[in-house]
């Protein structure tokens, strides 16, 4: 009876033990099913915000650092001879790759031209050794035995190198002429490539890149003014001279007469407290565009503007100080990069040394500060303040004075 009776325990608590098993094995389950769900959920929205972003992107005028997406069709074929036209703006137009590749290939074509030149001049002259020249006999140039030796006659030619082992005799004027034309020639070459180089590094366009935009515009008040605000910093310390700021807002619009203008452009005027001309550029500076009542934006509220179909274009003008160059840099908001209801975080301190130090760190953080929903809104509100303060005469009021009688006796 007992051994039976440990029997019934044991197996109650297998079973126990079982269910406990079990118990855990579908919590575990029910665990791993939930984490799916929300690494797929945020996949999801990552897939859906990363590529809407892109496709976005794309849809810009003007890319965040200043280049500009636009396409060119049907251009007919003399057209596109002009740029031909204006070979030196083109050659700097071209891309590294392209420009290092017509580098090459005008030397190396010069070399070989001359070359195959040069080895004609010794075949008619028959200074070569196929023709068995007698001992007596004074080549147009010495030392040339065939296409190698051409050829690199031609380079020490071209180049100046002159190493002295082959040179042009007064034997024939063909050689003398070919000798002198060849020079000209590469001196020329030479002046027009290695000018195309250096123009090219020094393009005022690099200078543009040590300036930067912030990633997003802000929308706040300023001075009691609703204002969008975006902030600009030169990262060297040499001055951008005679700077000059102005903005565009690109939108598609539709005229009275139904025309349908793509990229209708609106001028935006931003200025910092000093103007939008004659930039003191040695730190960062918060440009803002007031929303008054002249303003695109003045009709768009927080809740609608993410609907805007708009792009805003920032332009920044100056000279630069060690070239006197001019140069421009630009850059673009759409709808998405417009915070409403946000102010940058200020970057400018100053140290116990007395210098002032700018934290780059904080250039494109903002924080939400209260603002109005609409530029409307802020307007009437002023409005509904000076009213309560200023009282109106009503003329159509008359004040009557009532007498009083005592109708009571005593």
Same mark, same amino acid.
């Given at each position: ?25 579908? $919590? ?24 809407? #972003? ?91 035995? #065939? ?50 180089? $250096? ?23 300023? #001075? ?17 001279? #005679? ?168």
């Amino acid at each position: 009876m007992q051994g039976l009776t440990h029997i019934k325990d044991l197996a109650a608590s297998l079973g126990t033990k079982k269910m406990v098993f079990v118990s855990t094995f579908t $919590l575990a389950i029910h665990e791993i099913k939930v984490l799916t769900e929300r690494m797929f959920k945020h996949l999801r929205k990552w897939f859906v915000t990363h590529f809407s #972003g892109r496709s976005r992107q794309r849809a810009r005028l003007v890319s965040k650092d200043g280049r500009c997406n636009i396409e060119f069709g049907n251009v007919d074929v003399q057209s596109r001879f002009i740029f031909f036209v204006d070979i030196w703006t083109t050659v700097l137009d071209l891309k590294w790759r392209y420009k290092m590749t017509i580098f090459i290939s005008a030397f190396l074509g010069s070399w070989f031209l001359f070359g195959l030149l040069w080895y004609v001049v010794a075949y008619i002259h028959k200074d070569l050794p196929e023709f068995h020249p007698p001992d007596n006999h004074t080549p147009c140039v010495e030392n040339i035995n #065939g296409m190698t030796s051409a050829f690199l006659f031609s380079l020490e030619t071209q180049v100046t190198i002159g190493y002295g082992f082959r040179c042009v005799t007064e034997q024939c004027a063909t050689a003398i002429f070919l000798l002198v034309f060849q020079s000209i020639l590469g001196v020329v070459i030479n002046s027009f490539m290695c000018g195309a180089i $250096l123009a090219k590094i020094s393009r005022p366009k690099k200078r543009a890149k040590t300036i930067t935009f912030s990633k997003n515009a802000v929308i706040s008040k300023r #001075g009691g003014k609703l204002c969008l605000l975006i902030r600009v910093a030169n990262l060297r310390k040499s001055l951008l001279i #005679g700077g000059h700021i102005y903005g565009k807002l690109l939108k598609t619009t539709v005229t009275p007469e139904g025309e349908t203008i793509i990229l209708d452009q609106t001028n935006i005027n931003f200025v910092v407290d000093a103007g939008n001309e004659n930039l003191f550029f040695i730190s960062p500076l918060t440009i803002y565009h007031i929303i008054d009542h002249n303003s695109p934006f003045f009709h768009m509220a927080a809740e609608t503007l993410s609907q805007q179909e708009f792009e805003l274009v920032v332009f920044l003008d100056g000279t630069v100080e060690s070239t006197s160059a001019t140069c421009q840099v630009r850059t673009s908001y759409v709808p998405e990069e417009v915070l409403w209801g946000y102010r940058f975080v200020p970057i400018v301190s100053k140290t116990k040394d007395g210098k002032y130090r700018v934290d780059f760190h904080n250039f494109s953080k903002t924080v939400q500060v209260e603002t109005p929903h609409c530029a409307m809104c802020l307007y009437n509100e002023k409005d509904a303040r000076v009213r309560t303060k200023i009282g109106y005469d009503n003329p159509n009021f008359v004040l009557s004075e009532v007498s009083e009688t005592d109708d009571t006796k005593m």
